[in-house]
């Protein structure tokens, strides 16, 4: 790690499956300030672990435990250490170098920076025009179910407060986390950002996404999140339940963040219009360990 322009420390996630060719190209992305790379290896049969290692002294490797993309996700975000979390893909079509703009919209006050590329500034060059269909479809049914104005549900740049993983409460296997992070986030009143984001074409290899059956498990878990609400809403009597209108809590798509940034202080957790989960989320994920060989950890809410 070099100087930061964050006084908040930073962790980035890396789920992996036989990535060896392409870590090069991600790591090389990555800046120089981050705190911590967590590499989690879906028990790769090439030499993922091996290359990594070489690439980023200092990486932490986590052997996944089940399978999928969301277990691998769960488990490096319960080992990351760092205040801030990062999620980006191992095949190279997540740029690092946007990694800025996440956290500094973290530090400017969101709970949750949420990648987008139809946002403006954001673009793919990999999404089929099936699959950008069936993402458009998807995230109108969650806007209308949850009151979001998301412009991109199924993409996997993302980046959020480690103290917030109790509220996510992550419990999937599949490339559905990434829109159950979405959904629980918004239930759960946090303050979200979209994140203008460019999504590359994987470098090497072949994709393991389905988009009709994973767009499926999406879809069963936009539905089946929905109906837990509503038992939720008809156990409890309604004044009991706090409003969160997640619409609320959607702040405008940040803007692209320009190079070379000077340092930014982490300020004060802003005033919110929604209930204040944070007594019960810094309890979860074992989000307790911190370096102390570290600056001065930021402290938590009361």
């Known amino acids: 790690m070099t100087d930061t322009p964050f006084t908040a420390s930073v962790s980035v996630v890396v789920p992996a499956l036989n990535e060896a060719a392409n ?27 091996a290359v990594a290692r070489a690439l980023r002294p ?22 990351a250490t ?18 800025i ?50 412009t991109d549900l199924c993409y996997g740049y993302n980046a959020f407060w480690a103290r917030h993983l109790g509220a996510l409460a992550l419990d999937c296997d599949g490339f559905e986390i990434e829109t159950l992070m979405n959904v629980r986030a918004a239930r759960a009143g946090l303050v979200i950002r979209e994140v203008p984001s460019h999504e590359r074409c994987r470098i090497h290899g072949v994709s393991n996404l389905h988009a009709v059956r994973d767009g499926l498990r999406v879809l069963r878990t936009i539905l089946r999140e929905r109906a837990r609400r509503t038992a939720r809403s008809v156990a409890v009597p309604s004044a ?26 982490l300020p004060a957790p802003p005033e919110r219009n929604v209930p204040v989960l944070d007594h019960a989320l810094h309890s979860g994920g074992g989000r307790g360990r911190r370096r102390d060989h570290r600056r001065k950890a930021v402290p938590e809410r009361a």
């Open 23 to 49: 870590l090069p190209h991600v790591f090389a992305t990555l800046p120089a300030w981050i705190d911590e790379v967590v590499l989690v290896d879906g028990n790769s049969t090439d030499d993922t672990v």
């Open 58 to 79: 200092g990486l932490r490797v986590v052997t996944q435990t089940r399978r999928g993309k969301g277990n691998a996700l769960t488990e490096g975000f319960a080992a």
């Open 82 to 99: 760092g205040d801030i979390i990062v999620m980006i893909d191992a095949d190279g079509s997540t740029d690092g170098r946007e990694i």
């Open 101 to 150: 703009a996440f956290v500094t919209t973290l530090v400017e006050g969101a709970d949750f920076a949420k990648g987008s590329r139809y946002a403006p500034g954001g673009g793919s060059d990999d999404i089929s025009p099936t699959r950008s269909l069936g993402n458009r479809m998807l995230t109108l049914v969650t806007n209308l179910l949850y009151g979001t104005r998301y």
């Open 240 to 265: 009991a339940i706090p409003s969160t209108p997640a619409a609320s809590a959607m702040l405008p798509p940040a803007p692209a963040a320009s190079a070379g940034p000077a340092r930014m202080p």
